[in-house]
């Protein structure tokens, strides 16, 4: 297949103002572009006759993007409009994502005043290749399951100081 790269990460959200006001405003995002699409190619490519999109793509503003620009592609449907699927976590297809912060504790104080709902606190990583971090879940507006990570410390090669 001759993988080189990934393009983006999309959740489809019931409401794009307010999922691009949480991904810029709590998570600290950068949106980068916005379209609508109500077009054949679209409607070809989500196979629904007559589809309409609203979308908008995100980055981190300190990471280095790929040839995309963005990060994360968020979509409303216009038409058609659908339920909202259910999102826990322990069934087939859902799916998450997980930022990296620098300071877990804080990152959580301060997302838990802006009224975000938490899975958990940040929990020790006591286990595994992130032993030594912290690391907790929680939900978007469309409850859709995000994550914040505290990476552990790089340990230091012997002879190091």
């Known amino acids: 297949m001759g ?3 990934y393009w983006h990460f999309s959740f489809t959200v019931a409401d794009l103002e307010r999922s691009i006001d949480f991904y810029t405003r709590v998570i ?3 949106l980068v572009h916005r379209q609508e699409q109500a077009n ?3 409607s070809r490519l989500v196979a629904y006759e007559n589809a ?3 979308v908008a793509q995100l980055a981190i503003p300190a990471m280095e993007q790929q040839r995309s620009g963005h990060l994360l592609e968020l979509v409303e449907y216009v038409h058609p409009r659908c339920d909202p699927t259910d999102t826990a976590t322990c069934r087939p297809g859902s ?4 930022f990296q912060v620098d300071d877990i504790h804080a990152a959580y104080e301060r997302m838990v005043g802006l009224g975000v709902r938490f899975k958990s606190p940040p929990n020790a990583i006591t286990a595994g290749r992130n032993k030594g971090g912290f690391t907790c879940y929680f939900l ?3 409850d859709i399951t995000l994550e914040i990570i505290q990476a552990p410390a790089i340990p230091l090669a012997a002879g190091e100081v």
């Open 52 to 54: 309409h999109l609203k």
């Open 140 to 142: 978007d507006p469309d």
């Open 40 to 42: 054949e190619y679209t």
């Open 95 to 98: 799916a998450h994502l997980a």
């Open 3 to 5: 993988l080189i790269a």
């Open 28 to 30: 600290g995002m950068e």
